[in-house]
């Protein structure tokens, strides 16, 4: 064989090489892409679970205050263990927003901001929190 079309066969199969590690390195990429979406997807469903869970305390709190407005004495046990409650749910909540910032931070993307009190989304620039109107 003429050494020019051997040296041109190895240059194509060379390259045929080269294609075929980059198509490798691409299709573990794209893995570890739908891995990560799908995990924040799961983060985010989560944090609409807590977010609704935090609301249906509040509101059961709220009939309690309620209820002594109307003369039912409220049992503070059952009170304070919905507060407790709370608060180990938006720490969850803190917990899940830090992570998911974290991941987003490196890809440019803005953490959702959510409001300390009740955990709502609330948008950036916003001072006050559209659901309860606390201070952000």
Do not use: W
Request: aromatic share 2%; glycine share 10%.
């Amino acid at each position: 064989m003429d050494e020019k079309l051997q040296e041109l066969l190895y240059k194509v199969q060379m390259a045929a090489v080269d294609i075929g590690n980059t198509a490798a390195a691409l299709a573990t990429s794209a893995v570890r892409g739908a891995e990560e979406l799908v995990e924040t997807g799961r983060q985010k469903a989560r944090l609409i679970d807590l977010k609704a869970e935090v609301n249906l305390r509040l509101r059961e709190i709220g009939e309690l205050v309620y209820g002594t407005h109307t003369g039912e004495p409220a049992d503070s046990e059952v009170l304070f263990a919905k507060l407790r409650e709370i608060d180990e749910l938006k720490s969850e909540i803190a917990q899940i927003s830090g992570t998911a910032a974290q991941g987003e931070e490196g890809e440019g993307v803005q953490a959702e901001i959510c409001c300390p009190n009740c955990g709502a989304a609330a948008q950036a620039g916003d001072i006050y929190c559209r659901g309860c109107g606390a201070r952000l």
